[in-house]
């Protein structure tokens, strides 16, 4: 840090200060005296990437793995650009992240300087909370506050607008203490009223969010009610998949009982769920007769879509828990048949989840990657973090995942999530080995960025699906516009030469029967490495699925 104390300084300490240990971003004119103050702290790493967005996925992954909420830095107008993306992202997964803009000095603004950009307008939409501090007095208020923010309530990417000047100006100010604002606990009367729906139900189904918490919570929830459990689209890995009341997860690639016991449902909880478009089947999934408990730590999303019977504003952990300690005594006969039922359904459930004989193809079939994928999440220590490619309803239709916090997928749809997620949590996360299931298309969007891996020493495999294609663009293709293919083929590169000539650890898997091999390596490999798993170029979809319409 400089000799004189500058706001750059400051912004540094009131990260610390704020149980920041890592920011990622990239050098820039407007943020160059910051990553200097940030490098040169002592509790912090900073890591520089090679491109913007790559940087907000990172912190987005080191967030979702838990601990202190992810930093990401870019420099004004075009740096910030890139970074949108991820904020996006987070916002839309309610992922808490802090994005640091460097900013043009204030003596030159609204002259369309070089790179001048309006960050609060751009931002504004699409994140918890945007701010522009121009006041260095006002930096460790600011900042900390958005910190905060981020992670408060429904979490969130805040926005942080940091001009030249300001970080370069002299102070002698210090972080303010460090706070944390509680959740609230579920009202008495609505545990009571809802209780007493779940009490009286025949026909009851949980649907837990990426926001239901604790799964031990969750699983003696649904013992008590005697009531089948799913969750929304690509959370699977919020609960233990092979409990009895685990029913599978909602969404595109849902099997149908999962979403007929929705469908059939009397009375429905909700805990820390939006009812997002995919996993309600565009709306269409909850029923009008079902009485509806809906739980969200943010009032806004109670009722913006359907109507709750019961609307509790809480921590939905802590009302799982209010409503297990809660649910008065079940006629025995409605128990009985109640538990008769999720037993038929759960075992309609496995019977679906069987893998499908595979035909061969010449290449890597998607049913022996699924089977090698299934062996490889039951691996203690071993995450799995999913991207969105043309395998996806494979993992949601035929992988069990039995360790709750070992499996992510990114439901905001953002491409190339993957791979710079994984990177982030094997940060934050450096006692276990993350592993990134991509596609072809998303790796080849960020995968300039395994340099960084390899620079960082940051030890990801990643496993590359590669047909070759835009699986999901190619599919609907195939359906909605009668085979005509355009823009959709791919002529990748060898992915696993391209590993080598990094520094990586390259293997290249042509056969189904060499996959569990080249797993073997690539986690005893103490480097980044890429698994390049080389499918026919028409391979996706499991037997029976159509890619959902676009309307």
């Known amino acids: ?76 107008g075009p740096g910030a650009a890139n970074l949108s993306i991820a904020v996006q992202n987070a916002h839309d997964e309610s992922v808490p992240m802090v994005a640091l803009i460097g900013q043009v000095p204030g003596s030159i603004t609204e002259r369309r300087s070089f790179e001048e950009m309006d960050v609060v307008a751009a931002f504004k939409p ?40 300001v970080l370069q100006a002299g102070t002698a100010a210090v972080p303010g203490p460090r706070t944390r604002v509680h959740a609230p606990a579920p009202a008495p009367a609505g545990i009571a009223e809802a209780a007493a729906l779940l009490a009286a139900a025949e026909r009851p189904a949980i649907i837990a969010g990426g926001g239901a918490g604790d799964p031990a919570v969750l699983l003696r929830l649904a013992e008590a009610a005697g009531a089948p459990l799913v969750t929304t689209w690509l959370r699977k890995g919020t609960l233990p998949n092979p409990d009895p009341a685990f029913l599978g997860t909602l969404g595109y690639g849902a099997h149908e009982v999962s979403d007929r016991l929705v469908r059939e449902a009397d009375v429905i909880l909700a805990l820390g769920c939006r009812f997002s478009e995919f996993t309600t089947k565009r709306w269409t999934l909850v029923p009008d007769a079902a009485a509806l408990v809906h739980v969200d730590i943010d009032a806004e999303e109670l009722g913006r879509v359907y109507p709750p019977r019961v609307g509790i504003v809480s921590d939905a952990g802590a009302a799982a828990a209010a409503l297990a300690a809660s649910l008065a005594e079940v006629d025995p006969e409605v128990d009985g048949r109640r538990r008769a039922r999720r037993t038929a359904l759960r075992k309609e459930y496995d019977e679906a989840c069987a893998v499908p004989a595979g035909i061969p193809t010449g290449a890597v079939t998607s049913v ?139 293997i290249r898997v042509t056969r189904d029967e060499d996959l569990a091999a080249a797993f073997e390596e690539a986690l005893a490999y103490p480097g980044p490495s890429i698994v390049d798993v080389v499918q026919d170029k028409m391979e996706g979809l499991p037997p029976g699925l159509a890619p959902p319409v676009a309307k």
């Open 1 to 76: 840090m400089s000799e004189t104390r500058t706001g750059s300084d400051l912004v540094a300490d009131c990260l610390v200060a704020e149980g920041v240990t890592h920011v990622f971003g990239l050098p820039g004119t407007t943020v160059m005296d910051l990553i200097d103050a940030l490098a040169e702290h002592p509790d912090l790493r900073y890591l520089s990437t090679r491109h913007e967005q790559v940087a907000g996925f990172m912190a987005d992954g080191f967030s979702r793995a838990g601990g202190a909420p992810g930093v990401c830095l870019a420099s004004r």
């Open 126 to 165: 699409f994140c918890k909370w945007v701010v522009e501090i121009h006041d260095v007095e006002r930096i460790s208020e600011l900042l900390q506050r958005a910190v905060r923010t981020a992670v408060t309530g429904r979490p969130g990417p805040v926005v942080v607008s940091l001009p030249l000047d």
């Open 368 to 506: 022996a990657l699924t089977t090698a994928i299934q062996r490889l999440v039951e691996r203690e220590g071993v995450v799995v973090v999913q991207d969105v490619h043309t395998f996806g309803p494979w993992m949601a239709r035929h992988v069990a995942v039995d360790r709750p916090r070992s499996y992510y997928g990114s439901a905001g749809g953002a491409m190339a999530w993957g791979f710079p997620a994984a990177m982030g949590m094997a940060i934050a996360r450096p006692e276990e080995r993350i592993v990134a299931l991509t596609g072809d298309g998303s790796f080849w969007m960020v995968g300039q960025d395994l340099e960084t891996c390899v620079r960082e020493a940051i030890p990801v495999v990643n496993v590359i699906v590669n047909n070759y294609a835009y699986g999901n663009t190619r599919d609907r293709q195939r359906t909605a516009h009668g085979g005509r293919y355009h823009g959709v083929f791919l002529e990748n590169p060898d992915f696993a030469e391209y590993a080598r000539i990094t520094g990586a650890l390259g």
